[in-house]
């Protein structure tokens, strides 16, 4: 059966390195819409021009921005066999969208995995990891955002029944394994 996942989890959690190994392993394309905007900002297209001052705040871009190239993507022929969701949806209005989206496409309840790892590891992971948008302002602001916005998604989800939370501080292997337990299920 076509498999859906979704990755949340803070910035820093690993959401992005995991959903890209997993997505090699099930043979199923990884959509991180923060790979999206980051290679719009890179070609300089419009969309990337309005997001760029959002993403570099840490502030979230808005929907009208993200919403139709969300639905685009998963209208795309090589979603058939499944797809994973990185970095969306980040807010309760993305989730309801999601929902009514997938009820288009015919798609089953999706996989939804919360990454979680202690505060002081994701400052230091994300102080390590130097990206642009790595300055400790904005991680600072992102975590707020990610508190303020991002983790109703996980009760929304919680209520739904299809929620798993893994822990995150562990080797990426042994994350990944746990990973593939689950979707495998
Ligand atoms: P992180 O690993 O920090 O979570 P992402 O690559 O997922 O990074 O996202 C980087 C930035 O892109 C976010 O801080 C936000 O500004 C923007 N962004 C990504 N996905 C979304 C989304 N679904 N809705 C709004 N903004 C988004």
């Given amino acids: ?14 959401k992005g390195t995991q959903a890209e190994i997993l997505a090699k392993l099930l043979d199923i394309p990884h959509i991180s ?5 980051r290679s719009a900002i890179a070609n300089s297209t419009p ?5 760029k001052g959002y993403m570099d705040q ?6 009208e921005l993200i919403l139709d190239m969300v639905r685009e993507r998963l209208h795309d022929q090589d979603i058939q066999k499944g ?25 089953a309840a999706p996989c939804v995995i919360d990454l979680e790892v202690p505060h002081d590891v994701l400052i230091d992971r994300l102080l ?12 600072r602001r992102r975590l707020e955002v990610y508190h303020e916005q991002t983790e109703p998604v996980t009760d929304y ?4 029944g299809n929620l798993h939370i893994v822990d995150g501080n562990r ?6 394994q746990s990973l593939k337990d689950i979707v495998q299920n």
């Fill in 83 to 107: 797809w994973i969701l990185d970095g969306f949806p980040r807010s309760v209005s993305q989730a309801t969208f999601l929902d009514e989206l997938l009820g288009e496409i015919n798609y």
């Fill in 128 to 139: 390590k990891r130097g990206r642009q948008d790595d300055t400790e302002e904005t991680i």
């Fill in 157 to 160: 989800y919680r209520r739904k």
């Fill in 1 to 14: 059966m076509a498999t859906g996942v979704i990755f949340l989890g803070p910035p820093g959690s690993g």
């Fill in 47 to 51: 969309l990337g021009q309005k997001a």
């Fill in 33 to 37: 819409t923060g790979e999206i905007l």
């Fill in 171 to 176: 080797g990426t292997n042994e994350v990944t």
């Fill in 58 to 63: 840490g502030e979230l871009v808005p929907n």
